[in-house]
């Protein structure tokens, strides 16, 4: 199982990372740590952009993340235009990384606060399709 099936518009097949998605379809949002100098990403990368070492170890993004900041979109770019208005929200948690998702439809945007405490959980889209979105902690 590659990218093709992640998100609303496909991905090139990223053989590299591609387990991402399987950990995903098992309900596990996957991060790589570079076992040579440490540096965090997400999404995950196989090889690490400031040593440029290949030897990187997955990990679960597990922790409760923190709200940094978010933006309401009212409209949407190519392949989410029906999915408008959504809430885009960049969220830091303790494993070192950041993720920018959308925040689950059950929180409203009444209900935001900064530093509020959220999860990362894989979410089922139409058409079998997968990605991953926040959820309050
Ligand atoms: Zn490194």
Redesign the pocket.
């Known amino acids: 199982m590659g990218f093709e099936n992640f998100g609303t518009v496909s991905f090139t097949a990223e053989a590299k990372v591609a387990d991402f998605i399987t950990q995903l379809e098992a309900g596990k949002v996957m991060a790589t740590r570079?076992r040579?100098?440490?540096?965090s990403y997400f999404p995950p990368k196989a090889d690490?952009p400031?040593?440029?070492?290949s030897d990187v170890e997955w990990f679960e993004v597990k922790s409760q993340g923190k709200l940094l900041s978010y933006t309401v979109v009212n409209y949407g770019p190519s392949g989410f235009e029906n999915d408008a208005p959504y809430i885009l929200a960049l969220v830091k948690f303790d494993e070192g990384i950041q993720i920018l998702a959308r925040l689950s439809r059950d929180i409203e945007e009444k209900d935001i606060k900064m530093g509020m405490n959220l999860t990362v959980n894989p979410a089922k889209l139409p058409d079998n399709r997968i990605a991953y979105e926040f959820r309050r902690a």
């Open positions: 570079c040579k100098c440490g540096g690490c400031k040593c440029l070492s």
